[in-house]
């Protein structure tokens, strides 16, 4: 959909994913937020270097782990980044765990290590901890009746730039009814209009400041 509107699109088969044998896969854990999103930078900078990518207008999105990267990339990442979209992502390692219907499922698959092992690693390891770097305009959505990844994660990141970052673009939109991912097509419709719309405005001007989008979606036919 963003490539026929002329984006350059980049799925990276970062370490840790699938496809490449057992070892890639267990090759980022016990290092959360480390490695693995760095792949993702690396893999920008390759991008850029072959003359793909302007430097200047990079834009992030996913959801849910990779809502967790996007947050990640528009705070501890945030110089590499115009413009970011995350959806049911992780902001707070720590009130993670204790909102979430599978709170082993960082030690089991990432960390490998239990929450209370490690409290200021868990903190470091999450991006409302470098908020202060953070000049990424960032549009959070979040299905209001998640259990896997709480609400509250998008909560907690909207409100640390608003109240600390008072001057970036930031919006945070809730679908009723939603979880850990829209299912009703109206939600699905929603959440890709207000996607390509922030891009739209933060990548392809180039301008940090420019306004938000209207809260109202409208769209004409052609």
Same mark, same amino acid.
């Given at each position: ?21 057992? %070892?890639?896969?267990?090759? !980022? ?6 490695? %693995? ?32 990267? !996007? ?33 082993? %499922? ?8 239990? $929450?209370?092992?490690?409290? %200021?690693?868990? $903190? ?11 000049? =990424? ?11 896997? #990844? ?19 673009? #930031? ?11 829209? =299912? ?39």
């Amino acid at each position: 959909m963003a490539a026929t509107t002329g984006y350059a699109v980049f799925y990276p088969n970062y370490r840790g994913s699938t496809g490449r044998g057992n %070892e890639f896969t267990y090759s !980022s854990q016990g290092d959360l937020a480390g490695k %693995e999103f760095d792949d993702i930078v690396d893999g920008v900078d390759y991008l850029i270097a072959q003359g793909i990518v302007d430097k200047s207008r990079v834009g992030v999105t996913g959801g849910s782990y990779g809502g967790y990267a !996007s947050a990640w990339m528009s705070t501890y990442y945030s110089d590499r980044f115009a413009a970011a979209v995350m959806f049911v992502g992780i902001s707070n390692n720590i009130s993670k765990w204790g909102t979430s219907d599978i709170p082993g %499922e960082m030690r089991l698959v990432h960390d490998r290590k239990e $929450l209370w092992e490690d409290w %200021e690693g868990q $903190l470091k390891r999450s991006p409302v901890y470098y908020v202060d770097r953070a000049q =990424t305009p960032i549009l959070i959505m979040h299905g209001a009746n998640d259990p896997r #990844v709480h609400p509250t994660q998008s909560m907690e990141l909207y409100r640390h730039l608003k109240v600390r970052k008072p001057d970036l673009p #930031v919006r945070l939109v809730y679908y009723p009814g939603e979880g850990h991912g829209n =299912t009703k097509s109206g939600s699905r419709y929603d959440y890709n209009i207000r996607m390509m719309q922030w891009f739209d405005i933060y990548l392809k001007t180039g301008n940090a400041k420019a306004e938000k989008p209207s809260l109202d979606i409208k769209t004409t036919k052609k």
